[in-house]
């Protein structure tokens, strides 16, 4: 799945993304290792550095770290975190690690949000009940807007 920003739903989802970001910042994702891959003499660790304001993804000589456990959100199920995160950039930014490759591992549930639902999270600053699978959970976090998003909210509340 490609998130189109030109489209409404498309920069409301990117608008999820940086939610999600959020809330793994607040679940203490700078400086842990979320990733590790092997190389000839030992292993390299991804992790999360904090630069000004942005989050971004580094790469770390890990070489004793081999048994350490990877950190891992509790909102996030545990199979498709590894999945995304063995893929996330280095020297790229959390949030648009989370919309490249985060969100497309959710595709299916992405593509059954329905128009409504999907603004009203936004609305209310928090991400639809796409964790775990429960139905109905949300994070919260401060309201985002964009033109295309709100664009995207008159229509769908209009009935269009």
């Not at 970001?21 to 003499?41: C, S, T, V």
């Not at 139905?135 to 209009?158: I, M, Q, T």
């Amino acid at each position: 799945m490609v998130i189109d920003k030109t489209t409404g739903r498309g920069c409301a989802l990117s608008i999820v993304s940086k939610t999600i970001a959020k809330q793994l910042i607040a679940e203490g994702i700078i400086g842990k290792a979320i990733f590790r891959r092997a190389r000839p003499n030992g292993y390299n660790i991804l992790c999360v550095a904090k630069y000004g304001e942005e989050a971004r993804v580094m790469l770390q000589k890990g070489d004793g770290m081999a048994g350490e456990p990877l950190w891992a959100p509790s909102f996030i199920d545990g199979e498709i975190w590894q999945q995304a995160a063995g893929k996330f950039n280095v020297l790229t930014e959390l949030d648009r690690n989370v919309e490249k490759h985060l969100l497309p591992k959710m595709d299916e549930y992405l593509k059954n949000i329905s128009d409504t639902e999907l603004v009203c999270s936004i609305r209310d600053g928090r991400t639809p009940g796409l964790f775990r699978g429960l139905p109905g959970s949300c994070l919260y976090s401060k309201r985002l807007h964009s033109p295309a998003s709100d664009a995207f909210e008159r229509r769908v509340l209009a009935g269009n």
